[in-house]
């Protein structure tokens, strides 16, 4: 079971992104960014070929849109600024300014909980990577414990840290938490 | 039906081993419904010695995580301090001198052969035999003291550091090493003779708490308990890292998955370890313990880093997410007894109390790698 | 017919083996230390709690207050502070505060000191009636040792 | 008034029994500790009086000082009576056991089946203290117990049978008597009745690890599975209560084991026969119990069983067959 067999199986679900890293540098061969709703589709495909569950977790990606644009509006100024200085340097009218907002697809401005699932292989060395991403205000995510039994805990324990609710689960109370926990630790504006 | 027909159809109670019970090793519970003396289900509730290490790590420095590694699992700490390490040099490109690595090699071997011990005595202390715990005892001892004279701590090493090791090896440490191995060597027909060929303890562990290769994958469980059910995994061998392809080892597995097997998969393993520090003892080579490049403050490059080692329970991962400051933006570690144990309550249904307990002491578990 | 007997006859055999094991041990030295009675020497590198090392020249400390060990330390258990000496160049540390009751014993303070001004201590027998007792003024402790 | 002198030697012996009992139970836990200290290569007790010999007395006294704690919605006269009930039929066991042949309370001529009926009691006063601490692993480890003991009951009588065959008597220090004159004599070795004696003499051994919750057959208190089993509820005394009687129970045993296989106070070699021959060999079998318990581990509770319907009870039933056509025969 290789990396590319794998990608070429993803290849057949709808919307998804596919990359194949180099081992040495990341640790991991392949990595698929799925929607939510394409997660199970993914992870069956990973169950049929042998994989085992490693982990599930998540990573909090609070701040990460708003620097995404700070970060684009600074460019976009850089890039004027540029062209304006290289006019002038040439000796002609400075360019009408562009378009002030970024022409960025306008998404939700709500940040990202990134759900992380870790596969590995018995027999032949392939780490896959599963990836979805689900808005922070509304974390869903359909539970995988029907394919791999071992996902049950994992799930918990990403629901006690991160609130992510996987829909679907037999049983999201909380495994490492003290069992009234209302909290979600991990969560990066978490105070305790 | 009615409330009452279904009340009468079992009768069963509920029995909490632990969280403070003699043969659940620290602070874990399970909350068991029996029917007599037969387990018809079993719920482990974990978290009573969380400490969110995860969280700790988003607080701190790439180093100052170092010490929270060898904490988690303390019997194989320097496996949780190889695996850090090198996910962090990993993600900020260091090369390691051999020697160093060679000195990681042999110091984490010789730590997992102080944990198989523990656990073997251990375990026939929750099979109800005393004696070889404290004989077991005797022999880790042996290697604690040589750990302790390299590292200067018995338990929680922190030894290794981003770009090598702390300190060099002193003169009596490889002298130290060998004339263990050879004791170890002699003592371990003993162990044998007194332990594993003992009826009592064959009664007692064959042919019960199967754990089938099927389990292990959909539960994840790697190591030993892996091993026990005749799946060839080892991440020395599987995804070699460090200095492992220079050595010749062996992974034994055993077919079958029941307790025995488990049993002696880690016996056989403490055998192997000692082949590969005898083999790293003879390789050892001259030069610096220390990357003479390695920077004083960590910065690595944006993105994530997944590494594995394996620990003396299985394979422990780090999921390293950086942000490209000094501190780490995510870690996650994925420890191999957490795996280990989800799958404990599908194995041990339909068990009896004793048998369960037999079987949970094979999972070899170290609870506060489960809680973290 | 047969193998029921053989197994019980191995079977037996493997308890007399292990009594046989059992029996040399017990005719065999102790290998324990009796521990408040005897004591083992501490290895060289022993990490115990930090101390400050004695500078051979002046009898004193060798601290810069360069609050690196502060700023190492992952549990916060350190506190330095550092007066200005009149005509000197440099700060005076005045107090060395470690609260051991935070210490985790990694030893990366240690590392981290650009003076070599502190050392493991093999001090190791730590017992005190109070909370309090573990906040060392290592300072104090140094002068202290002196006498 | 006069009282009779078979009444005041009764009483002396009575107070002796008792006093040997309790003795034994305290020096028993000292040897059981120094005995499993130095297999495991430390020393044992060694701080209270010189080699740790006053250590049973400062365990008497901390398990006497501490409160005797009943705890809530345990039935308080079961809770109570259960540790008596343990203890006395220990203590009546002593009554008949001739430890040389002058020195016995009350020679009986069931003496035998006395013992072992006083035996039998004990299970009773254990199931009655578990069940009535209210505690499910009390509870487990009383259904353990007494099915275990139901069990072991059966090899051990089948094979005390065949001796009394053999002797045709259950008068005690007569049987002791028939194997006088050196070891050749003792039952263990006496072929003529049924080659497979050692054997038997292994099954007894072993029935009486079993009866006494010996480990490798402490199914009972099992620590490492239900805690502390019947006990885990009882506090101070009440605990040590049970532990003495755990004690002069293997005392019994082994003085059984001594009496009926190994020619009570017989020497070996046929000279100076008396009681410090008897304890001797009593002692011998006692430390040999406590070797046992630190090398093995634990049997469960099936392969308990599993050992005594499977194994014990065979070879005890052929081993009767042997004896009574080689009695028939001869």
Redesign the interface.
Known sequence: MNASAIKQAMAALPAQAVAENDH?????HLDVTVAPDQVVAAVTILDGN??????I?G??WLGEKAARKKEAAAKAAAAAKAAAEAAKAAGQEPPPPPPAAPAEPEGSQVDDLEV?Y?F?H??T?C?V?VRTRVPRDNPAVPTISEV???A??HER?THD?FGINFVGHPYLV?????EDADFH??LKDYKP | MSAFAQTQLKETFVINLGPQHPATHGVLRVKLVMDGEYIVEAEPV??YI?R?H??MG?NRTWAQFMPNTGRMDYLHALAYNHGYVT?VE?AAGIEVPERAEYIRVITAELNRISSHLLWFGAFVLDLGGFTPLLYAFDDREQILDLLESVTGSRLTYSYFRFGGVYNDIDENFVPGALAFIKRLRERLPMYHALVTKNVILRTRLEDIGFITPEM??????TGPV?RGSG???DVRK??PYSVYPEFNFDIPVYPKGDSMARYMVRMDEIEQSMRIVEQAIAKLPDGPVMAPKAPKILKPAK??????VETARG?F?I?V?SDGTNTP??L?L?SPT??NL??FG?ACQGMLLPDALALMGSLDLVIPEI?? | MIGYLKEIFSGTWSLFVGLGITIKYFFKPVVTVQYPREVLPMTPRFRGHIELTRDPETGGDKCIVCGMCQKACPSNCITVVGDKVEGAKKKALSRYILDFTKCSLCGLCVESCPADAITFSKDYNLAGPSREAYIFDLKKRLEERKG | MSVHPEVIRLLIFLVGIIAFAALNAAYLVWLERKEAGHIQRRIGPKEVGPFGLLQPLADGIKLMTKQLIVPAGVDPVLFRIAPILVMIPAIMGFVTIPFSETLVARNLDIGLLAVFAFASVNVLGLLMGAWGSRNKYAVISAARVVSQNVAYEIPMLVTVVSLVMVSHTMNLTKIVGQQLGGFWHWNIFNFAASPLMPVAFLIFFVCMLAETNRAPFDMAEAESELIAGAFTEYPGMGFGVFFMAEYANIVIGCSMATILFLGGWDCPFGLYPGVHWFLLKMYFLIFTVIWIRWTYPRTTFYGLLNLSWKILIPISFVNLLLTSAMLKVF
């Open positions: 040495a540098k990341r640790g991991n042998g994989f085992f569950i490693e982990a977790t990573v909090d992380i870790d590995n018995y027999e060395l780490r990577t791999y039994a071992g049950n805990w324990e840290f909380p495994l490492l938490l003290p630790p991990l | 974990l978290g969380h969110m995860e969280k988003e996910v990993r292990c994958r959909k539960y994840g469980a892996a799946i060839n995994f599987h995804e993105g994530d880093y997944y590494h594995a394979s991962g999921r997410v933006y995510r996650k994925r957490f795996s989800s799958l599908e809680d973290r």
